[in-house]
T-cell receptor, first 113, second 114 residues
Framework: DVKVTQSSRYLVKRTGEKVFLECVQD?????MFWYRQDPGLGLRLIYF???????EKGDIPEGYSVSREKKERFSLILESASTNQTSMYLC????????????FGPGTRLTVT | QKEVEQNSGPLSVPEGAIASLNCTYS??????FFWYRQYSGKSPELIMS????GDKEDGRFTAQLNKASQYVSLLIRDSQPSDSATYLC??????????????FGKGTKLSVIP
């Protein structure tokens, strides 16, 4: 089974802090994605990566950056956390041939106070 | 404006009935269509994919696609309380510069009443 893990299930940070969210997948998938999910707004794509050191902006990249130094690991960085970044963050991965058949991690509930 | 639209629900059906979930999308060029299921407090999981017009059946689930009408649906036969979840429709929509991106609808919450 594909396993996607995320570093924290719950996280509380203060406004202005730099926040790192980590995602690891164990199935040698080429593609990795970061989404946020908010009530009434659904799942929205922040960034994705189709290869090591490659990244592409999604629909809502502002205030975020990403890093992919190893194939299995994809990090989301909030440079200066703000209260409007309080959300559920979901990481996903997929193979090159089945880009849209994505496997999701358990999510990180981030609260910025 | 790229969009995937679903009724938010909640959709309530009695146990054993057929649940019908609907989705429309904005991009006539879309080629890939998916249904993800999300239980409360859990992450989405892929349950169906469909790429051609017509029906695709997998156990109690049937996905239906009509590209001319830009419409995709999911039927759940013999609904069970364990089917109670939010169902997310996802479509690959054109995102510019020759690329497509998986875009999710906001989901329909299904409740199966015992």
């Amino acid at each position: 089974d594909v396993k996607v893990t995320q570093s924290s299930r719950y996280l509380v940070k203060r406004t202005g802090e730099k926040v790192f969210l980590e995602c690891v997948q164990d199935m040698d998938h080429e593609n990795m994605f970061w989404y946020r999910q908010d009530p009434g707004l659904g799942l929205r794509l922040i960034y994705f990566s189709y290869d090591v050191k490659m990244k592409e902006k999604g629909d809502i990249p502002e205030g975020y950056s990403v890093s992919r130094e190893k194939k299995e690991r994809f990090s989301l960085i909030l440079e200066s956390a703000s209260t409007n970044q309080t959300s559920m963050y979901l990481c996903a991965s997929s193979t090159r041939l089945a880009v849209y058949e994505q496997y999701f991690g358990p999510g990180t509930r981030l609260t910025v106070t | 404006q790229k969009e995937v639209e679903q009724n938010s629900g909640p959709l309530s059906v009695p146990e054993g009935a057929i649940a019908s979930l609907n989705c429309t999308y904005s991009d006539r060029g879309s080629q890939s269509f998916f249904w993800y299921r999300q239980y409360s407090g859990k992450s989405p999981e892929l349950i169906m994919s469909i790429y051609s017009n017509g029906d695709k059946e997998d156990g109690r689930f049937t996905a239906q696609l009509n590209k001319a009408s830009q419409y995709v649906s999911l039927l759940i036969r013999d609904s069970q309380p364990s089917d109670s979840a939010t169902y997310l429709c996802a479509v690959n929509l054109y995102s510019g510069a020759g690329s497509y991106q998986l875009t999710f609808g906001k989901g329909t919450k299904l409740s199966v009443i015992p």
